[in-house]
C-alpha cells in the first residue's frame, strides 16, 4: 500500500499537468467542431468533411505523406547499416551530423529548401520551387534521420548468426539479405515508416513555407483556416479527423514496436571496417549525405551573400527590426527568448518525464498494476500523435477566461513547448529506467537505504547519461518548435522560428537575408547541441 502511494504521488503532478494544459485545451477544441452553436451537431463536422477544398487537402496530405516515408526509408537504410554496423573514420560525427536535420526547426528546413530550389538557387533551373516535389523532399529531409535511428538500433542488435550460416551455405549477400536480415529488420523498418508517416502527414514549418497557400495539408489547413478565414469550425472538424488519424497510426506503431524481435542479440555487434561488398552502401551513404548536406550549404552561402558579395551584413542586421519595420523587436532578442523559453521547457519536460518515466518502468505486481502503468505509458504519449497546432489552438480557446486566462502568461510557450517534447524524453529514460534489475532496488532497501539513497545508488549512476541526453533533445525540439509557438508567441516576444517566418512573408533583400541568418544561427545551435547529444551515445534517443 505504501509503495503504490509513492508512485500515485509521483503520478499526479503530470497527471494533471496534461490534464490541464493538453486534454482540456484538446477538448475545447474538439467541442468547438462538434458543438458549434451550444448543441451537438455532428452534422457539422460531416459539411466540413466534404467540401472539395478539404478532399484535395486530405489527398495532398496522404500522397505527399507516403512519397515522403517511402523516400525517407529508401535513403535511411542504407545509411543505417553503414553508421550502425560499419566501422570508419568520422562514423560518430556523420551519424550526428544525420541526426540534426530532425531537430532543426522546421521552418529552417523550408528556407534551406527554398533557397536551394528558388530561381537564384543552384538548383533553380530544374524549377521545382513552389512544387510538391519539393515539400516532399523537405519532408523526407526531415525525416530521414528516424528511419537512420530506429532502424541502426535495431541492426546493431541483430543476431549475425543466421546470416553468417547462410552465406557459409553459398548465399549471396543480396540473397541473405533478403531471406535473413530484412525480415529480422522488418518490425522496425515498418514502425520507422509508420511514424515518419505520421510526421509528414503532420508537417507544418516545411510544408508552410514550401507550399503557401496552394499546397495545404491537415496541419496547414487547420492553421490558415484559423488564422486567414477565421472558419474555426471547420478548423476544429479537421482537428477531430486528424486525431482520429493520428491515434490510429499510433496505436499500429505501438503494437509494431511491442512485436518481439527473436533476431535480436542482447550483445551489441561490433562493427566491422568495410569491404568491397560494401561499396554500394558507402556510396548511398555519400548520396544522402549530399541530399542532407547540399541544402544546408546553400542556406550557409545566403546567408553570406549581400548584393551578390560576400559580406557579414545579413548577420550584423540581425540586432535590427529589418526593412520597413519588419518585426517590432531584433532578431537578437528574439534569440534570448528563444533559449530562455526552450530552458523553460527543457526543465519542464525533463521534471515531467523523470517522473512519468519512473513510474510507468517500476515492475508491476499486479494484472491491474500493469494495465494501469500500460494506460499511463499510452496517455502521456499522446502529444506526440496530437498536431502542435491544435495544441496551440485549443490554448487560445480553452485557456482566456478565470480562473485559467493564461494569454498573457510568460509561461504559455514554454509549457506547449514542454508538451510537445515530453513524449521525446519518456522514450528516451522509460528503456534505460526499464533495464535496470529491481533486485538491486530491493536489496538497497533491505541494507536500510531510503527511496531518496536508492535513487542516488542505484538509478542516477546508470541514467544520468540519458537524462542529459534527454534535456539535450528536449532543449533543440524546443528551441525549434514552430507549430503551436506560431499561435501563442506575442508579436513583442516572438521566438526565432516565428521571426523567420514573419521575415520571410515581408518583401525585400534585407528581410530575407535576415530570414536566412537567422536560420544559420538557429540550425547551428541545435546541430551543436545534437553533436554533444551524440557524445553520450545513448541508443534510445530519437526511437519512438
Known sequence: MRRAAGLLALAVGPVLVLGVFFVLPVSGMLARGLWPDGSFDPGAVAEVLTRPRVHRVLW?????????????????????????????????????????????????????????????????????????????????????????????????????????????????PVQVFRTVTLPA??????????????????????????????????????????????????????????????????????????????????VLARPRRPRLVDVPVLAATGLLLLFVGVPVLTLVAGSLQVDDSWSLGNYRALSSTGDQQ????????????????????????????????????????????????????????????VSAVTVGFGFLITLDRPPLDLRDSPLLVPIAQALVALPLVIRTLAPVLHGIDDRQRQAAASLGAGPLRTVLTVDLPVVWKPLLAAAGFAFAVSLGEFGATSFLARDDQPTVPVVIFRLIGHPGAMNYGMALAASVVLAATTALVMLLVERLRVPSVGAF
Not at 240 to 250: A, E, H, N, P
Not at 332 to 345: C, G, K, M, N
Not at 349 to 373: D, I
Open 60 to 172: 495532398f496530405t496522404a500522397w505527399s505523406a507516403a512519397a515522403a516515408t517511402a523516400l525517407s526509408v529508401g535513403l535511411g537504410l542504407p545509411a543505417a547499416y553503414a553508421l550502425h554496423r560499419l566501422e570508419f573514420p568520422l562514423r560518430r560525427v556523420l551519424r550526428a551530423a544525420l541526426l540534426v536535420p530532425f531537430v532543426l526547426p522546421t521552418v529552417v528546413v523550408g528556407v534551406a529548401f527554398k533557397q536551394l530550389l528558388g530561381e537564384s538557387g543552384p538548383l533553380g533551373s530544374l524549377g521545382l520551387d513552389g512544387t510538391p516535389v519539393a515539400i516532399v523532399l523537405g519532408l523526407s529531409f526531415f525525416n530521414v534521420s528516424v528511419v537512420i535511428r530506429v532502424v541502426g538500433t535495431a541492426w546493431e542488435s541483430l543476431d549475425q548468426r543466421p546470416a553468417e550460416a547462410a552465406a557459409a551455405l553459398g548465399a549471396s
Open 185 to 266: 529488420l522488418r518490425p522496425a523498418i515498418v514502425s520507422a515508416a509508420s511514424v515518419v508517416f505520421l510526421f509528414c502527414a503532420a508537417g507544418f514549418g516545411v510544408v508552410l513555407t514550401l507550399g503557401g497557400l496552394r499546397y495545404s495539408t491537415v496541419e496547414t489547413e487547420i492553421y490558415l483556416l484559423t488564422t486567414n478565414l477565421l472558419d474555426l469550425q471547420a478548423a476544429a472538424a479537421l482537428s477531430i479527423l486528424q486525431l482520429v488519424v493520428v491515434s490510429v497510426l499510433l496505436v499500429v506503431a505501438g503494437r509494431l514496436r511491442s512485436v518481439p524481435d527473436p533476431g535480436v542479440s542482447r
Open 326 to 385: 519588419a518585426l517590432l523587436v531584433p532578431v537578437t532578442e528574439a534569440l534570448a527568448f528563444s533559449l530562455r523559453t526552450a530552458v523553460d521547457a527543457t526543465w519542464m519536460s525533463l521534471l515531467m518525464g523523470v517522473l512519468v518515466a519512473t513510474v510507468v518502468t517500476r515492475r508491476s505486481r499486479s494484472r491491474a498494476e500493469r494495465r494501469v502503468r500500460s494506460g499511463l505509458d499510452g496517455f502521456f504519449m499522446l502529444p506526440l500523435g
